[in-house]
Structure formats: C-alpha cells, structure tokens
C-alpha cells in the first residue's frame, strides 16, 4: 500500500538550473498539495489542486508552478531554482477538502540549491 | 490571519509518564484541528481529527480535547514509549480564510527516554 510517493527523496541544483518534483497518489483522491518545511516557519502550502486539469495558489507559490494532468499525479516545478527554495518538500492528498478530512504525506523531498 | 502556538517547542520525559502537548489558535472560527506526528527524515502522520463540532477525540494511548471558544487544544499521551519519540504537529483548517489551507504549527518535539 503505497499511499503517496515522491520522486526524488533528495536532490542537489545549482542557481539558476531548473527541476520538476513528481508526486504519486494511489488512493484515487481528488485533492493533492505541494508544502515546504522550513526551519522555525512551520509548513507552508505553496499550490494545491481540487481535480485532474485544475490548480491554485496556496500562501507561498512565487517560482513555482504546478501540474495536474493526471488524477494520481501532481508536479511541482523550479524554472529557475535559487537558494531560498532551499527546503524540504511535502505532497499530500486528500479525499475531501481539508474543512473535512485528513491530508496524506509523503516522505518529502529534500532540496538544497547552491 | 490564523495563527497557530506550540508549547513547548520541545519536551523530554522518563519512560512511562503522561504528558500533555498544548496548541493554541488566535481564530476560533474553525473546521478542524488535527494532530500530526512526524518521525525524522519522514512526512506527517495524522493522529487525530477534532471537528469544530466536538469536544475531544481518542485513539489508544493518545487523547486530544478542543476548546474552540478559547482557541486551544492539547494532546494527551498516556503511559509515554520511547516509541512515541517524535515531533507533534498541530494544524487547523479555519472557515474564514481559503477552505483549502490547513495553517500549521511549529511543532513539539517529544522525547522519551528508556
């Protein structure tokens, strides 16, 4: 039961160079988000998407953009990475919106641009 | 703006003692409140879910009580493991602001020792 995985577990950019981060769900949830832990700030959620084809801004999406295309899957892009994204990385999925139900994890992804 | 407090930020105790993990919120107009524990180098497991409805929740050795009106609620750990040495983190969903934020805590790091 794998539940919500996230390719890659870890991962080194240089400024500047660009990356996508994949997000699988097997649960055939409906709602999937994109957070960053950082030290001292807490999760913050960066784009979420309620569907197959839709997304929107969560409270950090500034050099971010995401993708749905697929129902079970949910990418996170970096065109231009810079050292302030420096982070780890969650995916979650939910079945109803969070005003109703609990969100999955992933393991995260740990991002380091130098 | 919700704004989520733990305390302690960090919690040590001898094998087999009850505790009490404390989490407060400055916006009592809520969905939910969960509790979320993270082990390291992993993602978040939900614990517990506490409609805005509801007083408390239970599962096992873990009890957690929300008092809406007063923007707080805590997690009790009964007769604490070494196994439950990990970081709690709490996370409401709040009706006033977008049904799709959960806004997090900084978490409470649990040690347990032998």
């Known amino acids: 039961n794998a539940g919500v995985t996230q390719t890659p577990k870890f991962r080194v950019l240089k400024t500047g160079q660009s990356m996508t981060l994949l997000c699988a769900q097997d649960?055939?949830?409906?709602?999937m988000y994109w957070y960053r832990q950082d030290p001292g700030m807490g999760l913050r959620l960066i784009h979420y998407?309620?569907?197959?084809?839709?997304?929107a801004k969560g409270e950090v999406p500034d050099g971010y953009n995401v993708s749905r295309l697929k129902k079970q899957n949910f990418l996170l892009g970096l065109e231009s990475a810079a050292p302030s994204q420096t982070s780890v990385y969650f995916c979650?999925?939910?079945?109803?919106?969070?005003?109703?139900?609990?969100?999955?994890f992933g393991d995260g992804t740990r991002l380091s641009i130098l | 703006k919700q704004e989520v407090t733990q305390i302690p930020a960090a919690l040590s105790v001898p094998e087999g003692e009850n505790l009490v993990l404390n989490c407060s919120f400055t916006?009592?107009?809520?969905?939910?409140l969960q509790w979320f524990r993270q082990d390291p180098g992993k993602g978040l497991t939900s614990l517990l879910l506490?409609?805005?409805?509801?007083r408390e929740q239970t599962s096992g050795r873990l009890n957690a009580s929300l008092d809406k009106s007063s923007g707080r609620s805590t997690l009790y750990i009964a007769a604490s493991q070494p196994g439950d040495s990990a970081t709690y983190l709490c996370?409401?969903?709040?009706?006033?602001?977008?049904?799709?934020?959960?806004?997090f805590g900084k978490g409470t790091l649990l040690t347990v020792n032998p």
């Open positions: 979650a999925s939910s079945y109803s919106m969070p005003a109703k139900g609990s969100q999955h």
């Open positions: 649960m055939n949830h409906e709602y």
């Open positions: 998407s309620v569907g197959e084809g839709t997304t």
């Open positions: 916006d009592s107009a809520i969905y939910n």
């Open positions: 506490i409609q805005s409805s509801q």
């Open positions: 996370a409401v969903s709040s009706s006033g602001g977008s049904n799709y934020k959960l806004t």
